[in-house]
């Protein structure tokens, strides 16, 4: 039984009451508190030893993905983040020293969002460090922004440049919290999430969500250099547009929107993120399934990216 299996067994099990507006499914869970102009965004993320981090990496990098990627979440419903919760699983002998660093990383990306670190919780695990971050945000009442509101003929959108993380970029990535909200009070967004499982994998999601099909441009979809240089040098079997479909941990942002406005935010974006790319990499269709299109022609697109408990 794979992630999204065991999901489907669970979900349908979770109670709900008043005040859950958007409960498991999607980037974040939404909650009306009574709030007169906002609703709550709440988030839960983890980082494992040997799964999202080896015990080589630097602690500090460490704290600041644990952070980044409830952070990345919440950018994908382009909310603003407001104070986390730590939890930290440590085998009996931890290193101090590990402890104080990782919270340095930590502490510098919650001050740069304005996240207060407002306490959490220890614990004693077997062998393996385990980091668990809850996050609170908001969001306006009126723009809740899912994965669920791709339409035929969207064009479908992703930041920066795709693969290859884990030569780096999967300790380093920059939450695109400033990014979506420009977006969102700009443009009428039909759905976002962002990219943490491969664009092959995650726009999945959205078509599921949404109930729509789609086609992507192989030409236009954005390799970073890290995934050149792997297939190049001989260090990864994957070629770059495989590693740009199926890698994860990219933490860019995937939306859709209506066409009229593809030149538009373009033409917006470059003006306001100068040193980020932003790439038009398909479209929406009313045909379900996931295409892409290349010299040869069309042609379903089988890959998916990466799955926790994913059958060999």
């Given at each position: ?111 740069e969002y304005n996240v207060a670190v407002a306490g959490g919780e220890t614990t004693r695990t077997t062998d393996k460090t385990f980091i668990s971050i809850a996050l609170l945000g908001t969001i ?173």
């Amino acid at each position: 039984m794979n992630e999204f299996e065991l999901l489907a067994r669970i979900i349908p099990t979770l109670p709900g009451n008043d005040s859950l507006v958007k409960g498991a499914g999607d980037d974040c869970a939404v909650l009306d508190l009574g709030l007169k102009d906002e609703l709550i965004l709440l988030k839960t993320d983890a980082v494992v030893e040997d799964v999202h981090f080896t015990s080589e990496a630097p602690a500090a990098r460490v704290g600041r993905k644990a952070l980044g990627r409830t952070l990345s979440d919440i950018a994908a419903m382009a909310g603003k983040p407001i104070a986390c919760l730590v939890t930290l699983g440590l085998p009996a002998e931890f290193d101090a020293d590990f402890v104080t660093q990782f919270y340095e990383g930590l502490n510098d990306l919650a001050r740069e969002y304005n996240v207060a670190v407002a306490g959490g919780e220890t614990t004693r695990t077997t062998d393996k460090t385990f980091i668990s971050i809850a996050l609170l945000g908001t969001i306006p009442r009126q723009r809740i922004l899912s994965r669920g509101g791709a339409k035929p003929g969207d064009a479908i959108f992703v930041t920066g440049e795709l693969g290859g993380s884990i030569s780096g970029k999967h300790l380093d990535f920059e939450p695109r919290i400033r990014e979506a909200q420009w977006l969102a009070e700009n443009f009428a967004l039909h759905s976002m999430m962002d990219l943490s499982d491969g664009l092959a994998g995650d726009l999945r999601h959205i078509l599921n969500a949404s109930h729509v099909g789609a086609e992507l441009l192989s030409s236009a979809i954005p390799i970073s250099p890290a995934a050149k240089l792997k297939a190049k040098n001989g260090s990864s079997a994957k070629p770059p547009l495989l590693a740009a479909l199926t890698d994860g941990e990219d933490f860019e942002l995937l939306f859709t929107l209506p066409p009229k406005d593809a030149v538009r935010v373009l033409d917006g974006w470059k003006a306001a993120f100068p040193k980020l790319k932003l790439t038009c990499v398909g479209k929406i269709s009313a045909e379900g399934g996931l295409r892409i299109r290349d010299k040869e022609g069309i042609r379903e697109l089988g890959l998916r990216g990466y799955t926790h408990f994913q059958k060999s």
